[in-house]
Each structure stands twice: as C-alpha cells, then as structure tokens.
C-alpha cells in the first residue's frame, strides 16, 4: 500500500512527527496508509515512506498528490 503523501508550503522551523529533526525547508502532510493516522514529516522520512527503506537519493522528488 502506497501512504498518501502531500508536500505542504515551506515552513520557518518544524519539527518531523516521526524522527523528530528539526526541519527549516517543505514539510509533508503523511497519512498512513491502515492506522489513518496524520502526521507532519520530513522531506527524509517522506522518502523513505513512499519508496521503502531502501530508498536512494535519486529518488527524493515525491510527486504524488
């Protein structure tokens, strides 16, 4: 199952929901995909939800709406 993900407008400082780093650039709204559960995440956390744990650098656009 694919989380839904969306990129939400830059932000001054926040801090990631589920690793806990303090962001100063675009955060992302992540649903889960069973829990339904709303959490506001990092650019790095995004990436790895959406492409897995083994996700690579290359891979860090999140397009999906």
């Not at 650039?25 to 083994?54: F, N, Q």
Request: glycine residues 4%; hydrophobic residues 30%.
């Amino acid at each position: 199952m694919i989380p839904k993900i969306k990129k939400i407008l830059k932000v001054q400082r926040s801090e990631c929901e589920m690793c806990g780093s303090l962001e100063s650039s675009y955060v992302y709204h992540y649903t889960a995909p069973i829990s339904k559960k709303e959490l506001i995440i990092c650019k790095k956390c995004a990436t790895r939800e959406y492409y897995g744990t083994k996700a690579k650098n290359s891979k860090n656009v999140i397009t999906k709406t």
